[in-house]
């Protein structure tokens, strides 16, 4: 039976979503294509039928999520990219990656993936980059909120909740918010 475009178009999204869920939660190489494909609800075959390999799955949700970055800072004035920060930076974030951000849940597992996932997850983190720009006043400081922000979010997942976790997060947040102060002059 062929299903008609749609169809097709919303299950490749479902499996995108939930496999992005899942392996910003589990991590993506300690999870199979099966997990991979009972989280979106459908069957392996069908996981790899819209994606040849796990390394192109990867890559699309390496697309799907820094998209959902860009957009997510995209036309943020500082006192907007503020707020954005705080939540990015807050205990909810912390605590459930599978609906956040995934530069820290996935970073080293892009860092290990192949060559075209490595230059894609390139071209898309310029984009995020960019969309910081506006709110943060310059190229050098959207890179520099950018890093701290994400290795804030790293290191605190890390660690167990209790002071050591909310000083982090307290810090990188005043930084952060510091750099965009500057920017309103």
């Not at 097709?8 to 099966?34: E, P, S």
């Not at 996935?106 to 969309?131: K, Y």
């Not at 290191?155 to 000083?167: F, K, S, Y």
């Amino acid at each position: 039976m062929r299903y008609p475009p749609e169809h097709k178009r919303a299950a490749r999204a479902r499996m995108i979503a939930a496999g992005a869920a899942l392996a910003k939660k589990a991590g993506f190489a300690a999870t199979g294509m099966d997990a991979l494909a009972a989280a979106a609800e459908v069957t392996t075959g069908a996981l790899y039928s819209h994606f040849r390999s796990k390394s192109a799955l990867l890559r699309a949700l390496v697309e799907h999520e820094l998209g959902r970055t860009a957009k997510f800072f995209t036309g943020k004035s500082a006192p907007e990219m503020q707020m954005a920060l705080t939540w990015y930076l807050s205990p909810q974030h912390i605590a459930h990656p599978e609906k956040g951000c995934a530069l820290p849940a996935l970073g080293a597992e892009i860092a290990r993936a192949d060559d075209e996932t490595r230059e894609r997850f390139q071209a898309l983190l310029l984009e995020v980059v960019a969309s910081l720009e506006t709110g943060a006043g310059s190229r050098d400081k959207a890179w520099a909120v950018l890093a701290q922000s994400v290795g804030g979010v790293l290191l605190a997942r890390a660690l167990p909740e209790g002071a050591a976790r909310e000083d982090l997060l307290a810090a990188v947040l005043a930084a952060s918010q510091k750099a965009l102060q500057e920017t309103l002059g």
